[in-house]
């Protein structure tokens, strides 16, 4: 059986697959409502100062999947899914902030994205930026303190070892936080990191730190982001500049239109896109695709995943009765058209479980249930 044929017998069983989570964080009138808008093409009420969290569910812009339809003539075209929350909750106080409280959908996220006021007339990205990591700091350290309480006290009671490497990993993030470090500068290697992921740490997120400049500043964002760049020095953290404001403001144009009024305002890449890409590479996220006659798809997987892990992405059942993967390069197929065209020169090859999977591969997955 093909992924294709399954497809379309399971068709019910996709829905499933959780898109990857992005959070807007910010202080307080900073934007955060506006770039949602930007990002997400919504038209949400802002400068309300609305408590309110918003989601959207973003189709991840892919020429490919446009290009590969134009071939393969399917039925359906899905592209993948972000989703993104607007959410308050951080008071931009900093050192200062008490109590914060941080919703569990917010530290359910995988990746934050900061927006930062660089547009008012007394703006301090600088010192909104290190509130921001201050308040998160402040919140974990507050989790990690009471949690070595807790396990202390149990593993007394029920004498059990295995919670003894826990707590240290505890109290060396602990120490981290006292250093007034965010978690996420730690080398904390994979079992370690898989000891502590259910505490959901907010410093221990990638992210995107945006900064929601002045329509005025639009030419001068090269300096903007030059002059913060010391803030993304390592690789879980990067920098975008935007006006969040004009990006809002072109929210419901065609996409003509759109890229048009953007170009002569002298931005070369939407909000939208500049928000996806920043984020796949915090992520380490990349795209394969399917061109089966039902539907043309792009997926969405880490980097290094091999064919047999992908193929559990589409449904475990593929995963588990994986035989072999038939691949092509996005380009490759693009030049021969054709499935029938690609084996005659050579292009399509077969590929085992341990094959790790490119960007822009088209794979065809062959299994058995
Ligand atoms: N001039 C300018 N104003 C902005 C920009 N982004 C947001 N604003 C204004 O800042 C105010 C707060 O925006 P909002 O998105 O509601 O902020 P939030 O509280 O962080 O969600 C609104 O009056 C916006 O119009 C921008 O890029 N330029
Ligand atoms: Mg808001």
Not at 32 to 47: I, L, P, R, Y
Not at 123 to 143: C, F, G, R, W, Y
């Amino acid at each position: 059986m093909t992924a294709a044929d399954f497809l379309v017998a399971k068709a019910e069983l996709f829905s499933h697959i959780p898109p990857m989570k992005l959070g807007i964080i910010g202080k307080p009138q900073s934007g955060k409502t506006t770039v949602f808008n930007a990002a997400c093409q919504m038209q949400v009420a802002v400068g309300d100062y609305s408590q309110a969290v918003h989601r959207s569910i973003i189709k991840v812009p892919d020429k490919r999947v446009d290009a590969l339809a134009e071939l393969v003539n399917p039925k359906k075209l899905t592209y993948a899914e972000i989703e993104m929350l607007d959410t308050p909750g951080f008071s931009g106080k900093g050192k200062e902030a008490a109590g914060i409280e941080i919703s569990e959908d917010l530290k359910k996220i995988d990746a934050l994205i900061a927006v930062i006021d660089s547009f008012s007339q007394d703006a301090n990205p600088e010192k909104d930026i290190q509130d921001l990591i201050d308040e998160m700091i402040i919140h974990d350290q507050t989790v990690v303190e009471s949690n070595i309480t807790k396990k202390e006290k149990k593993m007394k009671q029920t004498g059990e070892k295995t919670m003894a490497q826990e707590i240290d990993i505890l109290k060396r993030c602990l120490a981290q936080l006292e250093e007034e470090r965010p978690l996420i500068e730690m080398d904390l290697n994979d079992d370690e990191l898989k000891l502590i992921r259910g505490y959901l740490f907010m410093s221990l997120k990638p992210m995107l730190i945006v900064l929601n400049i002045a329509e005025d500043d639009i030419s001068k964002s090269d300096e903007i982001f030059t002059s913060l760049e010391k803030f993304v020095s390592d690789s879980k953290r990067e920098l975008a500049v935007m006006c969040g404001k004009i990006e809002m403001e072109l929210v419901g144009l065609e996409e003509d239109e759109h890229l048009e009024f953007l170009e002569d305002l002298g931005i070369s890449t939407p909000a939208v896109e500049i928000v996806i890409q920043k984020a796949y590479k915090l992520l380490g996220l990349m795209s394969f695709l399917t061109a089966a006659e039902p539907e043309v798809r792009a997926w969405t997987i880490k980097i290094g995943t091999n064919a047999q892990r992908a193929a559990g992405v589409i449904h475990s059942d593929i995963e588990r009765g994986f035989i072999r993967a038939e691949v092509t390069s996005y380009d490759d197929y693009i030049e021969h058209k054709t499935p029938a065209a690609l084996k005659a020169a050579g292009k399509q090859r077969l590929e085992g479980k341990e094959y790790r999977v490119k960007d822009g591969d088209v794979i065809l997955f062959r299994f058995n249930v």
